[in-house]
């Protein structure tokens, strides 16, 4: 993997953070994020949980200029909230991507003139 180059092409970058205490969650939400997509988070960078079970943010950014593969659907232990903030298509080629491997809700947003920002709920597929 090569590391995101925020020079390279701003408008492809997408940020998404993951809140929880299943570190395991946010590795495989990021996992099947680095199947379609590079990334600034190495794959045996596993986020890990506070040791006194306190509510941790694990982020990672994505460049989305180009699709490797869509990602097999993933099994979650629990629903994962995730926050994604990038330009309107970066954003929304994330989301779909995210869709081949998780059940997505769209919870909430904020638009700005460039970006917008998505907090989408994921879950196993049925």
């Given at each position: 993997?090569?590391?995101v180059?925020r020079?390279?092409?701003?408008?492809?970058?997408?940020?998404?953070?993951?809140?929880?205490?299943?570190?395991?969650?946010?590795?495989?939400?990021?996992?099947?994020?680095?199947?379609?997509?590079?990334?600034?988070?190495?794959?045996?960078?596993?986020?890990?949980?506070?040791?006194?079970?306190?509510?941790?943010?694990?982020?990672?950014?994505?460049?989305?200029?180009?699709v490797?593969?869509?990602?097999?659907?993933?099994?979650?232990?629990?629903?994962?909230?995730?926050?994604?903030?990038?330009?309107?298509?970066?954003?929304?080629?994330?989301?779909?991507?995210?869709?081949?491997?998780?059940a997505?809700?769209?919870?909430?947003?904020?638009?700005?003139?460039?970006?917008?920002?998505?907090?989408?709920?994921?879950?196993?597929?049925?």
């Open positions: 993997m090569h590391p180059n020079a390279d092409d701003p408008a492809s970058q997408v940020v998404v953070e993951i809140g929880g205490r299943a570190g395991g969650d946010a590795h495989t939400v990021f996992c099947a994020l680095r199947t379609a997509y590079t990334s600034d988070r190495e794959a045996d960078d596993e986020p890990q949980g506070s040791a006194d079970g306190r509510t941790t943010v694990w982020t990672a950014t994505f460049d989305v200029s180009e490797h593969e869509r990602p097999a659907p993933a099994r979650l232990g629990a629903a994962v909230t995730a926050t994604v903030q990038g330009g309107y298509a970066a954003v929304e080629s994330l989301r779909s991507t995210l869709a081949s491997a998780f997505v809700r769209v919870v909430g947003t904020a638009a700005g003139d460039q970006e917008k920002e998505v907090q989408l709920e994921l879950e196993s597929h049925a």
